[in-house]
């Protein structure tokens, strides 16, 4: 598929979605989220992930779900930004509920939360406070429950236009505030927004959300008195929650049925009744979902820990521990594929002098603002940025084909020079000198000869005066120098 075809197709899956028609939107996405990761859009692959996972959820297939849960994860720790994250936690804390793990539930929605108030992230914060209205009415919080659902709906500009870009799941936070004074006893209330949710719920095949909307409704009539009426809606929510295997929505329905029947004194739909729901316990222990969970939040905490030990702690790039394990393999592949690899030690001139003058939280903020210009700089190159120790920086980058070292490390230079701190109203302009090596395209096989040459080159510009790029050359020994 190209790229074109793949916009084209992007387009329609994000109309299917919006749309609710998730069984449709299930058939198309798989070709196009391997497209997109093919053709290295990992963006939209992701939202095509998460959209996949959520429209399983929502037809009630939470096997296939949790699958697409994992991949999405994976794809999102490795090229996801915060809002990606926070969907990952909200994700993670519906399935941890859905089974009954409430305490774990929570931990994700508030690591996401936190992460939502921090970028101000509105359809964030109002779907979580959602999760939230649902935890609590599991909990039993009623008073809670309807505090988080209302939260909810002001983000969604339920009662006034505050945000351009609003939570957009407003069916969710009325059916959680619909129960929430369902069990407080604001019936005319609850009444009220449940003849507007009934009239979304049209024809089948129903959304879990819809079903939802019909459960809340069986609850208003059993809480009104109105028994018979209240197992009429139970038995066609589980008409369908059967037809989509949702075992979980099965469960709290047969959980209801059973209770309502047993009041009526039907012994022989009791019996019925109970038989099925205990072949749907059977069928929810023997599925045990919960310890694929486990593992993923084992593997979340195994790659935290390995993120530890490879992070500098202080600029948030790469460490020396890293660099000496992963440029080894980076050279090896050049070798064999005859690729051009420029390695870089960028120091930071007169930092003793800018920690002294300036204190050293200071020097401290100069060391992050240069890790994170050289992280974004190289972000385009196949690269590993990494602190070398104190102020020296190193990188090793393959050379896209036609790519001049020079017209590379000029570049760098001119992004780095405009770079500088403030203290006390007075302008601390940062200098740098470097030295570049390179591989001769696969020729030097070893990183210890491109460092000892690229350090030797970032000698060559701090004898010359610093705040300036040296190349160095493999056929004099002698630097370039700018």
């Not at 941890?96 to 931990?107: A, C, D, M, N, P």
């Not at 996401?112 to 509105?122: D, K, M, V």
């Not at 959602?130 to 429950?145: F, P, Q, R, V």
């Not at 974004?376 to 104190?390: K, L, M, P, Y």
Request: proline share 1%; with cysteine.
């Amino acid at each position: 598929m190209n790229t074109q075809e793949f916009e084209e197709l992007w387009i329609t899956l994000n109309e299917l979605y919006n749309a609710n028609r998730f069984l449709e939107y299930i058939e198309l996405s798989s070709t196009a989220i391997e497209s997109a990761i093919a053709l290295g859009m990992y963006k939209k692959a992701i939202l095509l992930l998460r959209y996949r996972c959520a429209s399983y959820f929502q037809t009630g297939d939470l096997q296939v779900s949790i699958s697409v849960l994992e991949q999405y994860r994976e794809l999102t720790f490795q090229y996801g930004d915060d809002i990606d994250l926070i969907h990952h936690y909200i994700l993670a804390s519906i399935y941890w509920g859905t089974f009954g793990h409430l305490k774990k539930s929570e931990e994700f929605m508030i690591k996401g939360l936190n992460i939502a108030e921090r970028i101000q992230h509105i359809e964030s914060m109002g779907k979580i406070y959602n999760n939230l209205s649902d935890l609590e009415i599991s909990l039993g919080s009623y008073h809670k429950a309807k505090e988080f659902a209302l939260k909810s709906l002001y983000y969604a500009n339920a009662f006034e236009r505050k945000y351009d870009n609003p939570y957009t799941g407003i069916i969710h936070p009325k059916t959680n505030l619909a129960i929430a004074q369902i069990w407080l006893g604001e019936f005319d209330e609850a009444n009220e927004i449940l003849q507007e949710l009934l009239k979304t719920v049209q024809k089948p095949p129903y959304s879990k959300v819809q079903l939802e909307v019909m459960n809340a409704y069986a609850l208003f009539c059993e809480k009104q008195g109105r028994i018979g009426e209240a197992i009429d809606w139970y038995q066609k929510s589980k008409h369908y929650a059967l037809q989509n295997n949702d075992l979980s929505l099965l469960q709290t329905i047969y959980n209801s049925l059973v209770k309502l029947i047993e009041e009526q004194g039907n012994k022989i739909v009791l019996c019925s009744i109970q038989k099925e729901y205990i072949n749907i316990l059977l069928e929810i222990q023997r599925e045990n979902y919960t310890h694929v969970l486990f593992e993923m939040e084992y593997n979340d905490q195994k790659k935290q820990l390995e993120k530890t030990s490879y992070i500098d702690p202080l600029t948030n790039i790469y460490n020396r521990r890293y660099f000496d394990e992963k440029a080894e393999k980076m050279v090896g592949k050049a070798l064999t594929e005859n690729q051009q690899l420029a390695l870089l030690m960028i120091d930071l001139d007169h930092f003793k002098t800018i920690n002294d003058t300036n204190g050293h939280l200071f020097g401290d903020d100069a060391l992050t603002i240069t890790a994170t210009t050289l992280k974004e700089f190289f972000h385009r190159f196949e690269s590993i940025v990494a602190r070398f120790g104190g102020d020296e920086f190193i990188v090793l980058i393959q050379l896209k084909e036609g790519e001049a070292v020079q017209t590379m490390a000029e570049n760098l230079y001119q992004t780095l020079t405009p770079l500088f701190l403030t203290m006390n109203d007075e302008v601390v302009h940062l200098e740098f000198s470097i030295g570049v090596s390179t591989n001769k395209i696969g020729h030097i096989t070893e990183v210890e000869e491109l460092i000892q040459n690229a350090d030797q080159a970032l000698y060559t510009s701090k004898r010359n005066g610093r705040n300036q790029i040296t190349i160095y050359n493999h056929y004099s020994e002698v630097g370039n120098s700018r």
